[in-house]
């Protein structure tokens, strides 16, 4: 297939990505910019620069009480708003089109949980999911919004602040109230608690990793939507499926690592192009 590309023109590049949708075969590889229509900030705009702070490490939260402070601090403000959030059109579109036997699952970078949400039921959440926490010592795991309950509890004061939300459910917090937190542990053995994420600077489970690249492998397509692909683990997927013969195909707004593996590049808004598949 040639190289062919759309910028901004919703409809210049569909035909071609509606013709390889419908010979089925398709794995998608879905990033952030799939779930900001549902109002969760991506990491990077069509710039390809980053746009919130930087996130934090996984060095930095297991090595220190004070940033395990600070990291659920800004995400017991940030969970108010990120609890209510919804699936949005593209969610809806990628389930409809697993169910027309086209797109035979999702590998996503997201860890929001609304391809489920909105019916797909074949996902690998590839960075985790932040439905539940776990404890560093005993793993014994408890539901995300449990922890949001205890945590409202012991602090009460910050029911009332209100901070800009950041990608993965956090937000821009000040120093005086991250000081004034009172951090919880584990309800059985009182460890120190963790989302059940992938941290920046943490590696990918091997079992999911593996289970992505199975998917990967059986795939005619690799359709990457709303992903710059500048985290390893999307990049490493869509050389993946290259070595295995797949045709890729990228719907982005801005620049992507796989710009220069694309069999088909499409610079259109997600939602768009997903709903114009299947209207």
Same mark, same amino acid.
Request: aromatic share 0%; hydrophobic share 35%; proline share 0%.
């Given at each position: 297939m040639d190289? =062919?590309?759309?910028?901004g023109d919703v409809g210049g590049g569909v035909p071609e990505l509606a013709r390889l949708v419908a010979t089925g075969g398709v794995v998608v590889l879905s990033g952030a910019g799939v779930s900001t229509a549902s109002g969760i900030p991506d990491y990077r705009g069509p710039t390809g620069r980053r746009r919130t702070a930087p996130p934090m490490q996984w060095a930095e939260f297991a090595g220190s009480e004070a940033a395990r402070r600070r990291y659920w601090a800004r995400a017991q403000v940030g969970f108010r708003r990120y609890a209510g959030v919804e699936p949005n059109p593209a969610h809806a579109a990628l389930a409809a089109l697993e169910q027309a036997g086209l797109v035979d699952g999702v590998v996503t970078q997201n860890v929001d949980g609304l391809h489920g949400r909105a019916g797909s039921s074949r996902v690998v959440e590839l960075h985790g999911s932040l439905a539940e926490v776990l404890c560093c010592d005993c793993g014994v795991r408890e539901p995300r919004l449990s922890l949001h309950e205890r945590l409202d509890v012991a602090n009460p004061w910050l029911r009332t602040i209100e901070a800009p939300a950041q990608a993965d459910g956090d937000a821009v917090l000040g120093e005086e109230h991250v000081e004034r937190f009172r951090l919880l542990g584990c309800r059985a053995c009182d460890g120190d608690l963790r989302p059940d994420v992938v941290f920046f600077g943490e590696f990918v489970p091997r079992a999911r990793m593996a289970a992505a690249r199975a998917l990967v492998e059986e795939a005619g397509t690799l359709l990457v939507m709303g $992903? $710059?692909? =500048?985290? %390893? $683990? %999307?990049w490493l997927l869509l050389r993946h499926a290259r070595r295995h %013969?797949?045709?890729?195909a990228i719907v982005n707004l801005g620049p992507t690592r796989g710009d220069v593996l694309a069999d088909l590049r499409l610079e259109d808004d997600v939602v768009d192009v997903l709903s114009a598949l299947v209207c």
């Open positions: 190289r =062919a590309t759309s910028n $992903s $710059s692909l =500048a985290v %390893g $683990s %999307g %013969g797949a045709t890729i």
